[in-house]
């Protein structure tokens, strides 16, 4: 039987994690087995539950409990069910829920890079991309367009914030994914696992986006750079490559979710 309890008090504890408990809160580095994040909407919702991501309360528009959060409900045990009309959990939470609905879960314990490297071909490596929408967007891009995961410097934003789950519409459970170690050379770590490095940056011997020696390369990583500054000049002199997206009209560069897309695209494909 699911576990429906309707909203009385705006202040109970058990709410704290939906309406109180900051991102950082939420990821409880003092405690990682305790560490949680929040997936909302049905799909975002399925799509952790289908990477075997570990629910532990749901907090729904009453209408929902019955109605299209049904079978969400009825894959989770006997977990704890909050629910409330509309307009109390806008109040509560601050912000309109998308499609009514959220669900917090454990973070799930991240593998290491060799270990979501050792049978990709293309992966997407982020360096120190801060905003959680960015993060998001790329996501979705490396899922569609053919990434077979994602890597990430750890001082970037967390693919696992709200915004940042909400904006890859899920994805960031499909699409494998893990952080380097704060003190790993991480372009060698890669080059140890037989992948070449393209890093996306404007320079004067940039290769273009098309060039056949990319799709040629068996297992290659396109390296992105934090918004604004892009790549550290440490990092592209690292790479084996550096490559431009040939652009019109005297336009320098993308915001880093959009090339990525573009990038993706092109170097996703394989000779």
Same mark, same amino acid.
């Given at each position: 039987?699911?576990?429906?309890?309707?909203?009385?008090?705006? @202040?109970?504890?058990?709410? %704290?994690? /939906?309406?109180?408990?900051?991102?950082?809160?939420?990821?409880?580095?003092?405690?990682?087995?305790?560490?949680?994040?929040?997936?909302?909407?049905?799909?975002?919702?399925?799509?952790?539950?289908?990477?075997?991501?570990?629910?532990?309360?749901?907090?729904?528009?009453?209408?929902?409990?019955?109605?299209?959060?049904?079978?969400?409900?009825?894959?989770?045990?006997?977990?704890? !069910? /909050?629910?409330?009309?509309?307009?109390?959990?806008?109040?509560?939470?601050? +912000?309109?829920?998308?499609?009514?609905?959220?669900?917090?879960?454990?973070?799930?314990?991240?593998?290491?890079?060799?270990?979501?490297?050792?049978? @990709?071909?293309?992966?997407?490596?982020?360096?120190?991309?801060?905003?959680?929408?960015?993060?998001?967007?790329? +996501?979705?891009? @490396?899922?569609?367009?053919?990434?077979?995961?994602?890597?990430?410097?750890?001082?970037?934003? %967390?693919?696992? /914030?709200?915004?940042?789950?909400?904006?890859?519409?899920?994805?960031? +459970?499909?699409?494998?994914?893990? /952080?380097?170690?704060?003190?790993?050379?991480?372009?060698?770590?890669?080059?140890?696992?037989? +992948?070449?490095?393209?890093?996306?940056?404007?320079?004067?011997?940039?290769?273009?986006? %098309?060039?056949?020696?990319?799709?040629?390369?068996?297992?290659?990583?396109?390296?992105?750079?934090?918004?604004?500054?892009?790549?550290?000049?440490?990092?592209?002199?690292?790479?084996?490559?550096? !490559?431009?997206?040939?652009?019109?009209?005297?336009?320098?560069?993308?915001?880093?979710?959009?090339?990525?897309?573009?990038?993706?695209?092109?170097?996703?494909?394989?000779?």
């Amino acid at each position: 039987m699911p576990n429906i309890i309707e909203i009385a008090e705006f @202040a109970a504890p058990e709410l %704290d994690v /939906y309406a109180r408990m900051t991102e950082n809160q939420l990821v409880c580095r003092r405690d990682p087995t305790q560490a949680l994040f929040i997936a909302e909407s049905p799909v975002v919702i399925e799509r952790a539950l289908d990477a075997g991501c570990v629910p532990v309360s749901f907090l729904m528009e009453t209408k929902h409990a019955a109605g299209k959060g049904r079978e969400l409900i009825a894959r989770c045990g006997g977990i704890p !069910v /909050y629910t409330a009309p509309e307009e109390v959990l806008t109040q509560l939470t601050g +912000f309109h829920l998308t499609r009514g609905m959220l669900c917090a879960m454990r973070r799930p314990v991240l593998p290491r890079a060799e270990e979501i490297c050792r049978a @990709a071909q293309r992966i997407a490596v982020l360096e120190n991309v801060m905003n959680p929408t960015n993060i998001g967007a790329i +996501f979705r891009s @490396a899922a569609a367009l053919g990434m077979d995961a994602v890597l990430l410097t750890d001082e970037g934003s %967390d693919p696992l /914030y709200r915004r940042a789950i909400r904006v890859s519409m899920g994805t960031v +459970f499909q699409v494998p994914w893990t /952080y380097f170690g704060s003190d790993e050379p991480w372009t060698q770590t890669l080059r140890g696992l037989g +992948f070449r490095t393209a890093a996306m940056a404007l320079k004067a011997d940039s290769l273009r986006l %098309d060039d056949p020696r990319l799709a040629a390369c068996e297992k290659l990583a396109v390296v992105l750079g934090t918004e604004g500054d892009g790549l550290a000049e440490s990092t592209i002199a690292d790479c084996d490559w550096t !490559v431009r997206i040939p652009m019109a009209h005297g336009v320098d560069s993308l915001n880093v979710a959009a090339a990525s897309a573009v990038a993706f695209w092109e170097l996703g494909k394989r000779s």
